[in-house]
């Protein structure tokens, strides 16, 4: 295990050799690595997360990673923590460009559509990680942030109560269609959606 900062690569502008310096010239690779965590999961499922197949889509020494993250664990909360950072500012996002007056149920279909289409392997990696909290305890916080954050948003539109039980409505919609071998229609979405409502 490395003890002190790992090195870092730097790439001579003028003779275009890479050479290696101490310190800390690389203040954003800890977060690289965790964006790298990601992604491994995203492409490979969690149960291929290693530390050197991070290091090698994060294009840093396998030191770097046990550096930072000394366990698989450490890892997995550390990606698990980033995805829901991201998914959470996407979702403020999301809300903010909502017109006042937007219909509720209509812009939640568009927000599940786009979570089982387009963002598709986003989401089933965001969601690999979150099943990795039931049996990680460790991992729960970061889990548990993430639903809270879904009902704090939708409060903004609606009371308390009512955001609370379509925070789990919509993950439900999203774990099942992105489950299911059939696709789930918007119409389908809609009508459970405006239902709750």
Not at 57 to 67: F, I, K, Q, R
Not at 81 to 90: D, G, H, M, R
Not at 161 to 171: E, I
Request: proline share 3%.
């Amino acid at each position: 295990m490395a003890t002190s900062e790992p090195d870092v690569t730097a790439r001579d502008s003028t003779s275009g050799v890479t050479r290696r310096k101490r310190g800390p010239g690389d203040p954003g690779r800890k977060e690289r690595i965790a964006e790298a965590a990601i992604r491994v999961i995203d492409a490979h499922g969690v149960e291929a997360l290693t530390h050197r197949r991070v290091a090698a889509e994060a294009g840093v020494p396998l030191g770097s990673t046990t550096y930072y993250y000394k366990s698989l664990d450490d890892l997995l909360n550390a990606a698990l923590i980033k995805a829901t950072e991201s998914s959470i500012a996407a979702l403020r996002e999301w809300e903010a460009s909502l017109a006042e007056d937007a219909d509720l149920a209509e812009a939640l279909t568009d927000f599940v559509m786009d979570s089982i289409g387009p963002k598709r392997r986003a989401t089933l990696a965001e969601y690999n990680l979150y099943a990795v909290a039931l049996h990680r305890p460790k991992l729960r916080k970061a889990a548990v942030k993430w639903d809270d954050a879904i009902a704090g948003v939708l409060a903004r539109r609606c009371d308390e109560q009512t955001a609370k039980m379509l925070a789990v409505l919509l993950c439900a919609l999203v774990l099942q269609s992105v489950l299911r071998d059939d696709d789930l229609r918007a119409e389908q979405v809609y009508a459970v959606l405006r239902r709750a409502l």
